[in-house]
């Protein structure tokens, strides 16, 4: 444990808390008062779009959802806190294309698994992909992960304007349509602008 930096030992010879678990405190707190200020977001963006909306940060080479908010209309997508998805696949890319090259490198395998026939199938696409995001400022998958589901995902980011994570609209692909999913785009996007705005994100690139 002290070689880990779980513990560390004191100057009397007794033991304390080490770096490792201070680090973790203090990635848990700003993880906490991210959803807080995300849940009343997140729950304004879920009544305007009537579909599921989610929050997701990055933990480890994965995307995990963080909050969420369900629109009470029986037909809806399903989310469920703590389900972890791959970041080169779907929404989660939107995670993945603003981090550093050295990490999109260790996140993206040169053979991506076919998760369902509209994932990309090839490393190249899926790098192609993360430059249009980075430039369009969203994403949208189109059933890359999950069958007749479309999704719309955009950053959030810190006062370092560094992107901690992610607001993610999905709706049935069946009733999002070209103008249904304009909507979903202006409104994801604006809530995440506005999250970020909160996490004090004043705009500058």
């Not at 007794?14 to 729950?43: C, F, K, N, V």
């Not at 993360?130 to 400022?137: F, K, M, P, V």
Request: net charge positive.
């Amino acid at each position: 444990m002290e070689q880990r930096q779980i513990v560390k030992r004191t100057s009397d010879g007794t033991y304390g808390l080490g770096d490792a678990m201070l680090i973790l405190g203090i990635t848990a707190s700003s993880q906490t008062d991210m959803i807080r200020l995300a849940t009343p977001i997140l729950e304004d963006l879920c009544q305007r779009v009537n579909e599921t909306v989610q929050l997701r940060t990055i933990d480890g080479t994965e995307a995990i959802c963080i909050a969420k908010a369900e629109p009470s209309r029986d037909l809806r997508v399903h989310a469920n806190v703590g389900r972890r998805r791959p970041l080169y696949a779907g929404s989660p890319k939107c995670l993945l294309a603003f981090q550093s090259s050295r990490f999109i490198e260790e996140c993206v395998p040169l053979t991506p698994a076919a998760i369902t026939n509209n994932t990309p199938r090839t490393r190249g696409a899926i790098l192609q992909e993360l430059t249009r995001i980075r430039r369009q400022g969203y994403c949208i998958s189109r059933g890359e992960v999950s069958d007749h589901q479309v999704s719309c995902a955009a950053p959030v980011r810190t006062i370092s304007a560094s992107v901690v994570a992610t607001v993610h609209t999905v709706a049935p692909a069946f009733r999002t349509g070209d103008s249904e999913l304009e909507h979903i785009i202006r409104l994801t996007t604006d809530a995440a602008h506005r999250l970020s705005s909160a996490l004090g994100w004043t705009g500058d690139a």
